[in-house]
């Protein structure tokens, strides 16, 4: 099976269901322990799915947008959630997905990227997004990105997962999820592509190089007990 993980994300049931909800609605409660978000703020989720998160920050926020590789999921977002002012989706082109200063915004206070990076093919794609998301990023603008697999071990991801679905309420859909048929379309496609993993030190050494500051979070923000958190300042004066 040839399938990429672009085209993974592609199928529209990839993320259908409550867990997904659930998981965001998690998310957005530990985020606001972590970052204010205002009136004065323009939004951006980078992988931002069928837009659960950013849907419900939008509210706080002058402006939001989500921005995704696959279609399906732009298409579902964009029409669930119509109805919220300010809130708009965009397409990220799935040959070149790190260009999101060539979406149509600028300014941007605060980028979330939440469980996308695994998905990246290399450290270096993941050193080129931070690049390009400083082009759109007004002065104080922190990029959080949630979700990392960090110091990886699948067993102890697997251990994490399920631990802190019993933090989130989500551990009983986390399990069947685990365990399920679409989770094996998932391990074949990993077999293939493996997921992108690094050290915190990786990290420290992406951010250093482009004079960024970083500080990794302790909060449990996704529910997958051990994720890491990185918030990186987009101008050298933030984080
Ligand atoms: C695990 S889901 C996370 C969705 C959302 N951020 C959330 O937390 O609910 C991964 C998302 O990343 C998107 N994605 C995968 N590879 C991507 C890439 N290279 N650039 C942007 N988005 C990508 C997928 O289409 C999918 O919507």
Redesign the pocket.
């Known amino acids: 099976m040839a399938i990429n993980?672009?085209e993974?994300?592609?199928r529209q049931s990839?993320?259908a269901g409550a867990l997904?909800q659930a998981?965001?609605a998690f998310?957005v409660r530990q985020i606001q322990k972590e970052l204010a978000f205002g009136p004065q703020d323009v939004l951006l989720?980078?992988?931002?799915?069928?837009g659960?998160?950013i849907a419900a920050l939008a509210p706080l926020a002058r402006e939001a947008h989500g921005?995704?590789?696959?279609e399906s999921?732009v298409q579902n977002a964009s029409k669930r959630y119509a109805h919220i002012p300010g809130l708009r989706f965009h397409k990220?082109d799935?040959s070149d997905?790190?260009a999101v200063d060539a979406l149509p915004l600028a300014g941007v206070t605060r980028m979330?990227?939440?469980?996308?990076v695994?998905?990246?093919k290399s450290l270096d794609?993941l050193a080129l997004l931070i690049a390009r998301a400083k082009k759109i990023a007004a002065p104080g603008c922190v990029l959080l990105l949630?979700?990392l697999l960090t110091d990886y071990n699948l067993y102890k991801d697997i251990a994490g997962v399920l631990l802190g679905g019993v933090q989130s309420g989500t551990f009983f859909a986390k399990l069947r999820e685990v365990f399920s048929g679409s989770h094996s379309l998932y391990a074949r496609i990993r077999a293939n592509n493996p997921v992108l993993t690094m050290t915190r030190r990786d990290l420290e050494n992406i951010c250093a190089a482009q004079g960024l500051p970083l500080r990794f979070l302790s909060r449990n923000l996704?529910g997958n007990l051990f994720r890491a958190h990185a918030l990186i300042g987009l101008n050298s004066d933030s984080a």
Do not use: K, R
Not at 45 to 50: F, M, T
Not at 67 to 70: E, P
């Open positions: 993980w672009v993974y994300w592609n990839s993320m997904w998981q965001a998310f989720d980078i992988g931002c799915g069928n659960h998160v921005a995704d590789t696959s999921s990220l799935p997905y790190l979330l990227c939440v469980s996308v695994q998905y990246y794609e949630a979700d996704t």
